[in-house]
């Protein structure tokens, strides 16, 4: 059964920095992608960022500049570094990756910025 698990949400200041992981298991094939969503109450699910399998990436307007997403292929890992973090960047964040056609997504990781 793949399964994808976010780590590192948690508080932090505006202006502050943040690391986000997400460890991908039950499975031996690398995803075809990979990606960062954001969702708050009351709107839709967001890209924050994606990563293909030959390291293309794209990022939403609201972080690019901010934020980088990387892949450890050997460790099956997700990362997602922000910086510069603003209190409109308080959401949950998804882990989400796609294999030959089938979507998984992790269950969130809850990122609050605030002083």
């Known amino acids: 059964q793949v399964q994808l698990v976010e780590f590192g949400g948690g508080l932090v200041q505006p202006g502050g920095s943040l690391r986000l992981s997400c460890a991908a298991s039950?499975?031996?094939?690398?995803?075809?992608?990979m990606a960062w969503f954001r969702q708050v109450p009351g709107k839709q699910r967001e890209l924050v960022a994606g990563i293909t399998n030959t390291g293309s990436t794209d990022y939403g307007d609201f972080v690019r500049g901010r934020s980088t997403i990387s892949r450890d292929f050997a460790k099956e890992t997700m990362y997602l570094d922000m910086s510069r973090l603003k209190v409109e960047d308080t959401a949950m964040y998804y882990c989400?990756?796609?294999?030959?056609?089938?979507?998984?997504w992790g269950e969130g990781t809850l990122v609050t910025v605030s002083s």
């Open positions: 989400y990756g796609n294999q030959s056609g089938v979507s998984y």
């Open positions: 039950g499975t031996t094939l690398n995803f075809n992608e």
